[in-house]
């Protein structure tokens, strides 16, 4: 019997392929959960089995001081978003999907106003998806679709910003019991608050073949993957235009969710670029790793956390050849500081964590990071990959960025409200004090979820 159902799912769990949970990102007792608590559902699949229609909005306050480690040069504002899904499922091996998205933000400077805050109503996602039935072992998926892979390190919808990151794609599926294997080529469709509809980019393309394995390693999962990226009309280090191909490989082996080894936890990769773009070669490499310990058996079950990220900058701006790390689409808030001024480019970083869960309602964590420039030739990223800092012709003559302390809090009020606080502050290093500015940078948000909904049969 057909079925008519709307649905929002923050983790997405019914519109994109999963190869491993993010981690999570309050702490609180588990190595890995199924999403971060900052990007998780006030709802997650709410009245999945009967009909219905449902409408979710999301609303954000942020606050950020010294832009440009300018001091004085602050802003706050309030993010608004709401989607709105339609969910068709005629038959167990048919599927179509469609997600409207609303996204607004007030009281921010007009030059601020860009496509990662404000998108009027707009086509999130649309697609349909045939697979083999209830116990999926083959699947295809083509349309406007989120692509979510691994830790979203290099691939993952970018849920944090209030117009996220979707792909026109077509993506095969191939699953068996411990692996699975899925094959995609698609474009990132680019938000632009001027269109009725979003569109990519001629050229910009992600095309990707990623596995997943599990228990080749006992309680582990291990994840190859190949990728490709491509753009056109590139310009190079000496001013020639050319096209980009950029290739990606590389391995992830994390521990599994609740896996038994003794309260430990770990999340590792190593990442190699290489290609061309316009008339120079590419050849760039990046890593983590990452160990946490859970005391399960003590009050608050604390959990405590290590990690390093790694990635190669451009040792010589003019000869021709790229020699950066580029993290793709990732989800990258995550990781390397909420604040978003360090990115996985060019980078050294090392991260302690702890995170509590004092009541079974809150979440706390604490983060603190140390970064450092991985070339002195090579320029500051920020988490979207852009220059914020660039460094002075035959380099800085130090690479110490700064520290960043990070708290952040989720309470879940009731099963339909959730509501997320965090507060982030980068004070400088030398290598800021001697390039930018070099005020401190402080960010803060507030973040609820309400759901307001109505249900009927059909």
């Known amino acids: 019997m057909a079925g008519l159902a709307a649905s929002a799912s923050w983790a997405e769990s019914n519109a994109s392929a999963k190869s491993g949970p993010p981690p999570d990102s309050a702490g609180g007792g588990e190595s890995v959960v199924r999403e971060s608590p900052l990007d998780a559902p006030a709802a997650d699949n709410l009245n999945r089995e009967l009909p219905g229609w449902l409408k979710l909005t999301v609303t954000r306050t942020e606050s ?240 405590f956390s290590a990690e390093f990220n790694y990635a190669t900058g451009d040792n010589d701006p003019n000869d021709g050849d790229i020699g950066y790390f580029d993290n793709l689409y990732p989800t990258a808030h995550l990781w390397y500081g909420y604040s978003d001024l360090v990115g996985w480019r060019n980078i050294k970083n090392l991260r302690f964590r702890s995170g509590f869960k004092p009541h079974r309602k809150l979440k706390l964590a604490f983060d603190y990071h140390w970064f450092w420039l991985a070339s002195r030739h090579d320029h500051l990223y920020n988490v979207a990959g852009r220059i914020t800092v660039r460094s002075p012709q035959g380099g800085a003559s130090n690479t110490k960025v700064g520290d960043e302390v990070d708290i952040t809090a989720v309470y879940s009020l009731s099963k339909q409200l959730k509501i997320g606080a965090g507060f982030g502050h980068m004070f400088p290093g030398p290598y800021l004090k001697e390039n930018s500015p070099g005020s401190p940078s402080s960010f803060s948000y507030l973040r609820g979820y309400p759901l307001a909904w109505t249900s009927h049969k059909m």
Request: glycine share 10%.
């Open 64 to 303: 950020r001081t010294a832009f440009g480690y300018n001091e004085g040069v602050n802003d706050g504002y309030a993010l608004f978003r709401t989607r709105l899904n339609i969910d068709v499922r005629p038959s167990s091996w048919a599927q179509f999907f469609v997600q409207a998205q609303d996204s607004r933000v007030a009281g921010i400077e007009p030059q601020r106003a860009g496509p990662v805050f404000k998108d009027p109503f707009d086509v999130r996602q649309a697609y349909v998806r045939f697979s083999s039935g209830e116990k999926v072992n083959l699947a295809v998926t083509a349309g406007r679709q989120l692509l979510n892979y691994g830790d979203q390190r290099l691939i993952g919808p970018l849920d944090w910003t209030n117009t996220s990151r979707a792909f026109d794609a077509v993506k095969l599926e191939l699953a068996g019991r411990n692996a699975r294997v899925d094959v995609f080529s698609a474009s990132v469709v680019h938000n632009d608050p001027t269109r009725r509809v979003n569109h990519p980019r001629d050229g910009q393309n992600l095309h990707g073949v990623y596995g997943s394995v599990r228990n080749v390693i006992p309680h582990s999962i291990v994840e190859p993957y190949v990728l490709w990226k491509t753009a056109p009309l590139v310009v190079g280090e000496g001013g020639q235009l050319g096209d980009l191909d950029r290739y990606t490989g590389g391995v992830r082996i994390a521990s599994k969710p609740k896996a038994d080894l003794a309260g430990f936890d770990y999340n590792a990769a190593v990442v190699k670029q290489w290609g061309s773009f316009a008339q120079g070669n590419i050849s760039a490499w990046g890593s983590y790793t990452t160990i946490g310990y859970t005391f399960s058996e003590v009050p608050l079950r604390p959990r």
